[in-house]
């Protein structure tokens, strides 16, 4: 009989792709399955954000030591700040047989699938979803709309959605974002299929 392989989820898109809700959705949806990996940045809080829930907020010092100790299975360079996920996390948590999502921009994806492709464990529960736009338009007003970023910010951030947006065929699946319930409904799809997988 089968046993059930652990799934790491990577889920990825550009800055306002909705990739974070999604991410928080399924981890609240299948609560005692799903373990969320928590990412490094060296940027500051906004908003509500708490340290160890939404990000670790790690001093630049800090997060380069800990690039320096091998520390950390991607990590990578973004907006004038280091994002990166910590191997220990991952690990742990797949070998307990907990599933992991772990939500990454496009260079940091990049990253953790030539570490997978090395790696036997972390191949064969790898799954990796893009979060595309509907359209350039609506992901500059769902930029615009969150009124956290400054107008150059902005630009920058459209500059390298769009830069991202063309490599989505680097991904297992692509997700057209919709309104929030389908996106759910159909990135639970997608979990659900990856469970079931036998071959990796």
Not at 127 to 153: I, K
């Amino acid at each position: 009989m089968l046993s059930p392989h652990p799934v790491l989820m990577l889920i990825s898109g550009p800055a306002g792709s909705g990739k974070t809700t999604l991410c928080d959705r399924l981890t609240a949806a299948f609560p005692q399955e799903i373990a969320r990996a928590v990412t490094c940045t060296t940027r500051a809080p906004r908003g509500n954000e708490k340290d160890g829930v939404d990000y670790f907020f790690l001093s630049r010092e800090a997060f380069e030591a800990g690039i320096a100790a091998g520390d950390f299975l991607e990590h990578a360079h973004v907006h004038s700040n280091l994002y990166g996920v910590r191997r220990a996390q991952v690990r742990e948590r797949l070998e307990a047989g907990k599933n992991v999502i772990v939500n990454l921009d496009v260079q940091g994806a990049a990253t953790l699938r030539k570490v997978a492709a090395g790696d036997a464990s972390l191949r064969s529960a790898l799954v990796s979803v893009f979060v595309m736009p509907p359209s350039v338009e609506e992901l500059r007003s769902r930029l615009t709309g969150r009124a956290t970023d400054a107008a150059d910010e902005i630009e920058r951030r459209m500059k390298v959605a769009l830069e991202e947006m063309r490599r989505a065929e680097e991904f297992d699946f692509c997700l057209v974002s919709g309104d929030r319930e389908s996106d759910f409904k159909r990135i639970c799809a997608i979990y659900e299929a990856a469970k079931m997988r036998v071959a990796r």
